[in-house]
């Protein structure tokens, strides 16, 4: 069973790919305790949905070691060009600022 310990705060920004990736180190990063459901429930926030059931974004904080690894869902670049679109798969890949809020 592999472990990471860190104490750096992650923002893991990135398509349903990262998405799937940024789950994935989720769970390598964890506290010790944190292999069944409900404990994951608690430690492991969805902070928002992109559509029902799909994460849009995430964090778990503190991880093992004390940092923070966050993950933000955006099919297209985090530049002024895209801010107010629409979100992932809503038809733009853009961003607001009141997503980047919700991490906070």
């Known amino acids: 069973e592999g472990h990471v310990s860190t ?3 992650l923002l893991l920004i990135g ?3 990262m998405v ?3 789950q994935a180190f989720d769970e390598i990063i964890m506290g010790s305790g944190h292999t ?3 404990n ?3 430690t492991r926030r969805v902070v928002w949905e992109a559509w029902r059931g799909h994460d849009g974004g995430t964090v778990v904080a503190p991880t093992r070691g004390g940092g923070v690894s ?3 869902r955006m099919t297209a670049l985090l530049s002024r060009s895209r801010e107010g679109k629409p979100p992932a798969n809503s ?3 853009g961003w607001s ?3 980047i809020d919700g991490f906070l």
Request: hydrophobic share 40%; charged share 30%.
């Open 7 to 9: 104490n750096l705060k």
């Open 15 to 17: 398509d349903s790919v």
């Open 20 to 22: 799937q990736l940024a």
């Open 36 to 38: 069944d459901n409900a």
């Open 40 to 42: 994951e429930m608690q």
């Open 70 to 72: 966050a993950m933000w």
């Open 91 to 93: 038809g733009g890949g």
């Open 97 to 99: 600022d009141k997503e």
